[in-house]
């Protein structure tokens, strides 16, 4: 399904019916990786899951966004699909959104319950050898990124970006890697203690994206809040251990 949303033509996925669920889903996925949540929520519910700004077929932002951004844009759909008293469940980059999204004042909209999938938003602490990597790239940047350095070599920063940079990074657009720059680089760790009391924190143990400390930074500040940790996944656990995942959803809401 396609609605224009903000000037944006942006595709989104539906299932169910009932109270709704709006899935927010992770850095550069879309509503394909979530078949197994969509499937087990919409037993119960109506499910969407929305494909945001540069991922997928919904075009990328006309200029780099930072989190508020998104923000703003996930407002608009809820207003314009007129959804209220909803559930949230937001993966990785989808749960920096709604840590930021909850923390609005005066929201236009109940929200009645949230999940968070090894979320994002707390800004890690760089380990000796990411210090490391990243003098020596920012070091290799200097050199490189002088005006005749460009002229006779115009791949070296590029080449160095690749080298230096995240996957995320190096397979994103100008645009969405300046996007990347923008929300990667947002602490929302005092923003926490927004998110509705009683969350659902899913965390899969061996996530190197977003440890398991950050989940139980989160659990600590929310009020209310429980934290399952599903052994043998990584940071996709609805991919990983899609049966341990689907029991956790069922408990949590109820789901016969």
């Given at each position: 399904?396609?609605?224009?949303?903000?000037?944006?033509?942006?595709?989104?996925?539906?299932?169910?019916?009932?109270?709704?669920?709006?899935?927010?889903?992770?850095?550069?996925?879309?509503?394909?990786?979530?078949?197994?949540?969509?499937?087990?929520?919409?037993?119960?519910?109506?499910?969407?899951?929305?494909?945001?700004?540069?991922?997928?077929?919904?075009?990328?932002?006309?200029?780099?966004?930072?989190?508020?951004?998104?923000?703003?844009?996930?407002?608009?759909?809820?207003?314009?699909?007129?959804?209220?008293?909803?559930?949230?469940?937001g993966h990785s980059?989808?749960?920096?959104?709604?840590?930021?999204?909850?923390?609005?004042?005066?929201?236009?909209?109940?929200?009645?319950?949230?999940?968070?999938?090894?979320?994002?938003?707390?800004?890690?602490?760089?380990?000796?050898?990411?210090?490391?990597?990243?003098?020596?790239?920012?070091?290799?940047?200097?050199?490189?990124?002088?005006?005749?350095?460009?002229?006779?070599?115009?791949?070296?920063?590029?080449?160095?970006?690749?080298?230096?940079?995240?996957?995320?990074?190096?397979?994103?657009?100008?645009?969405?890697?300046?996007?990347?720059?923008?929300?990667?680089?947002?602490?929302?760790?005092?923003?926490?203690?927004?998110?509705?009391?009683?969350?659902?924190?899913?965390?899969?143990?061996d996530d190197t994206?977003?440890?398991?400390?950050?989940?139980?930074?989160?659990?600590?500040?929310?009020?209310?809040?429980?934290?399952?940790?599903?052994?043998?996944?990584?940071?996709?656990?609805?991919?990983?251990?899609?049966?341990?995942f689907r029991k956790?959803?069922?408990?949590?809401?109820?789901?016969?």
């Open positions: 399904m396609q609605v224009t949303v903000n000037g944006i033509n942006t595709d989104y996925y539906e299932q169910g019916t009932g109270e709704p669920v709006l899935i927010l889903p992770g850095w550069s996925a879309t509503s394909p990786a979530y078949a197994t949540i969509t499937k087990t929520l919409a037993e119960k519910f109506r499910v969407i899951v929305l494909d945001l700004p540069g991922f997928g077929v919904t075009p990328e932002p006309p200029e780099p966004w930072c989190v508020d951004d998104y923000v703003d844009f996930t407002l608009a759909f809820i207003q314009q699909r007129g959804l209220d008293g909803l559930m949230l469940l980059f989808g749960g920096r959104i709604i840590i930021k999204l909850l923390s609005r004042p005066a929201l236009p909209f109940t929200v009645r319950q949230v999940v968070l999938v090894d979320s994002a938003g707390i800004k890690p602490t760089p380990t000796p050898e990411q210090k490391k990597k990243s003098e020596q790239y920012n070091r290799l940047k200097k050199l490189y990124g002088g005006k005749l350095i460009a002229s006779l070599c115009p791949s070296a920063m590029e080449k160095l970006r690749q080298k230096y940079g995240s996957a995320d990074y190096a397979a994103a657009t100008p645009v969405m890697r300046q996007t990347l720059v923008k929300t990667v680089n947002e602490d929302l760790t005092e923003l926490v203690r927004n998110v509705t009391p009683g969350a659902l924190l899913i965390w899969g143990r994206a977003t440890p398991v400390a950050d989940a139980e930074k989160m659990k600590a500040m929310i009020p209310g809040a429980s934290l399952q940790i599903i052994d043998g996944a990584g940071h996709f656990p609805f991919i990983d251990q899609p049966f341990e956790t959803l069922c408990r949590y809401f109820e789901i016969d």
